[in-house]
């Protein structure tokens, strides 16, 4: 069976895809900060037949993704690796010009250097399976919002190391997903106190991500809506 890393797996679109997954037959192996939460997703990713490995901390904590990786070992290998886990930064979300500096590295050590450095130890296991790496990127890193400044950077300095990534790593396919406003916690972050309910949930994000894994297009910078699966009505 193929196995699956996905970081940010106790909830939202992490979790969804996880199920995606699981339905489909692959071995996953989770993580989030959220001790009790990722117990409670494993629980519930196991219903669906899946082989799981749950394994709560923080990405961005060098001795977590060593642990991750030797459980990526035990396992047998690596297919795909998912960076989804991340940080909105402060919120509510401020000016750029206001942004205070520390707060802006920890975006970053999240966002951007922590999926590299977790890509830099899985590179050899993804290199023998000829594997995947899907980053989930976002609007912000190609237009400019007020307030999404700090998160947008981080995001497009992510857009920039996929890239990269992929033009030195050929036998490879690393993808950038932004997968489009989706009804999540860090979505709720970033508008407190609004109603976000017309946002779509993020189940709904997960055909069009397993659409792109059929498909296997060039290493790129996608939206999920590229490969929206049309259903009958």
């Not at 990786?69 to 690796?81: E, Q």
């Not at 290199?127 to 497009?156: F, H, I, L, P, Q």
């Not at 990269?164 to 036998?171: M, S, V």
């Not at 009804?183 to 709904?204: K, V, Y």
Request: glycine share 10%; net charge negative.
């Amino acid at each position: 069976m193929p196995v699956a890393l996905i970081t940010g797996a106790s909830r939202g679109l992490g979790l969804s895809l996880a199920h995606g997954l699981a339905q489909r037959g692959w071995t996953l192996v989770v993580t989030a900060r959220g001790e009790d939460e990722l117990a409670w997703a494993a629980e519930d990713l196991r219903t669906d037949g899946a082989e799981v490995t749950a394994l709560p901390g923080d990405v961005a904590d060098a001795a977590h993704r060593r642990e991750l990786a030797a459980a990526v070992t035990r396992a047998g290998g690596l297919d795909l690796l998912v960076n989804n886990a991340g940080t909105l930064g402060v919120s509510p979300l401020p000016p750029l010009a206001e942004y205070p500096p520390a707060a802006l590295e920890e975006v970053f050590r999240i966002n951007t250097v922590a999926p590299l450095a977790l890509v830099q130890l899985l590179l050899p296991t993804l290199a023998a399976s000829g594997g995947t790496v899907v980053n989930v990127t976002s609007d912000a890193s190609v237009e400019s919002y007020e307030g999404w400044g700090g998160y947008g950077a981080s995001k497009a300095a992510l857009d920039h190391v996929t890239g990269t990534l992929a033009a030195e790593n050929p036998g490879i396919r690393f993808y950038a997903v932004d997968p489009g406003d989706m009804r999540t916690a860090m979505h709720q972050e970033a508008f407190p106190g609004e109603d976000i309910s017309d946002r779509p949930e993020p189940g709904t994000v997960v055909p069009a991500l397993l659409e792109l894994l059929d498909r296997q297009p060039v290493s790129g910078r996608y939206r999920a809506s590229d490969f929206a699966v049309k259903t009958a009505v």
